[in-house]
């Protein structure tokens, strides 16, 4: 007999969520009605963590956690008191988020729906199920990424919904946040299949300025129509994301597209709108962003790099092989840690992330690739035996490696017409 055969057990929240849409759930939560701790251990279960009673199964290492009311005792996402004795499920559910959350499912099957969520699943609504929804500000954030998470289904924010968002932003409570909190939500939402709408929710709730004043600050920013056909910054960078998505599941590369313009936002206004220089001032906006979220150093320097590199790549079908190889060194090709693919899949989507321009051909991605193997059999260690060293070590191997990309750079010289580019300094 298996450990939850002597429990009263329910199926919750996104599993039943996505069951009811077709989906397929990838993980799945339980609830558990008329049980307390010390029985839960006695049956197997391991309690895991210290604020909330939630037990690890003995074999399928799922989730159960006891029902349970909370009680807002002060402010942000940990100022709860948690109560488990004698609460009914429909108690526990009345706590969560939204009303597509809030579905049950016993072991006949049979759904227990308190909330309604049922129709709004089915009317595609996301709907916050009672006003204890504003104790928990990270709401906010978790309501944006349901968005993105369910893009392909179309859901709106319930009228009432928008309003109680809009003053928890209002509120002062977005502030409170811990950064951790924030950034484990941004990148849940990275990995949603439209990340874009992540972004779009929160600046419609007036969000987005407040937890993320760098990219609310493209919004309203004009580009120059000979390279935006789009105009505006805010609306480029949202198009690269899905572009990036398109190409990719990687959140890594998907942040570094968000921040790829970044500096547009705080581009002189005598230089409007060319944007130039903007490369240099959004790799420091990218590193300012990553510092007070606390982002892993991972999406940092992918980040940092496509920023302030991606107008070079652009040009790149038109330089020399020296400025070609001093791109892919600042790319760390021909290291362990090479972003040179990474990199060009983001330019790729920067430059396709324009209005009738979402196909367009982008051969700088595999030049580069091309560049990078071609002298991936040149190294410091024949160079050292022969000599060389210090200064002239770094010189010699610099040149030896552009004599070995020329071929790559012949094959690709006649297809420069069909590259995106754009004359020096302009922006892009």
């Not at 604020?51 to 989730?63: A, G, I, M, Y």
């Not at 579905?103 to 309604?116: G, H, S």
């Not at 190409?247 to 060319?274: E, M, W, Y």
């Not at 892993?296 to 980040?303: E, G, I, Q, V």
Request: aromatic fraction near 8%; glycine fraction near 6%; include cysteine.
């Amino acid at each position: 007999m298996t450990a939850e055969k002597n429990l009263i057990t329910y199926l919750v929240g996104g599993a039943v969520r996505d069951q009811l849409l077709g989906m397929t759930a990838k993980e799945r939560d339980w609830v558990v009605v008329g049980s307390t701790p010390e029985e839960m251990q006695k049956l197997g279960f391991t309690q895991v963590g210290k604020d909330f009673p939630v037990f690890l199964h003995p074999q399928s290492k799922e989730e159960y956690a006891l029902a349970r009311r909370e009680r807002k005792q002060g402010s942000g996402y940990h100022g709860f008191s948690t109560e488990t004795k004698a609460v009914t499920l429909e108690e526990d559910l009345s706590r969560r988020d939204l009303t597509i959350n809030a579905i049950a499912k016993n072991r006949d099957n049979k759904l227990i729906d308190p909330f309604n969520g049922q129709e709004d699943l089915n009317n595609r609504i996301l709907r916050h199920v009672s006003p204890a929804f504003t104790e928990d500000p990270l709401r906010v954030l978790r309501v944006a990424r349901f968005a993105a998470q369910l893009s392909q289904y179309g859901f709106e924010l319930a009228g009432e919904t928008r309003e109680l968002l809009m003053s928890m932003s209002a509120s002062g409570e977005l502030e409170k946040l811990k950064p951790e909190r924030v950034w484990i939500e941004t990148e849940k939402a990275l990995k949603t299949p439209r990340p874009s709408q992540f972004f779009e929710i929160l600046r419609e709730v007036d969000a987005l300025k407040i937890i993320f004043p760098e990219v609310h600050a493209l919004f309203g920013v004009a580009q120059s129509p000979k390279f935006h056909p789009e105009i505006d910054a805010d609306y480029h960078c949202l198009l690269s994301l899905d572009r990036i998505a398109e190409l990719t599941n990687d959140p890594v590369q998907r942040f570094a597209v968000l921040c790829h313009d970044l500096g547009k936002a705080n581009t002189p206004d005598d230089i409007r709108p060319s944007h130039t220089g903007h490369e240099a001032r959004g790799a420091e906006l990218t590193n300012l962003m990553c510092d007070r979220l606390k982002i892993p150093n991972k999406y940092r320097n992918l980040a940092v790099r496509v920023a302030r590199y991606h107008l070079q790549c652009h040009q790149v079908l038109q330089t020399s092989s020296e400025e070609a190889i001093e791109l892919l060194s600042q790319l760390g090709a021909w290291t362990q840690n090479s972003y040179v693919e990474d990199f060009g899949n983001c330019c790729m989507a920067d430059a396709r992330g324009r209005t009738g321009l979402e196909l367009r051909p982008y051969p700088q991605r595999e030049f580069l690739i091309q560049c990078e193997a071609a002298a991936a059999s040149l190294n410091a260690s024949a160079l050292l035996e022969q000599g060389f060293e210090g200064k002239a070590l770094g010189k010699e191997l610099k040149r030896l490696r552009a004599k070995a990309i020329e071929p790559v750079i012949e094959k690709y010289k006649d297809i420069d017409e069909l590259s995106y580019a754009c004359p020096p300094g302009q922006e892009s």
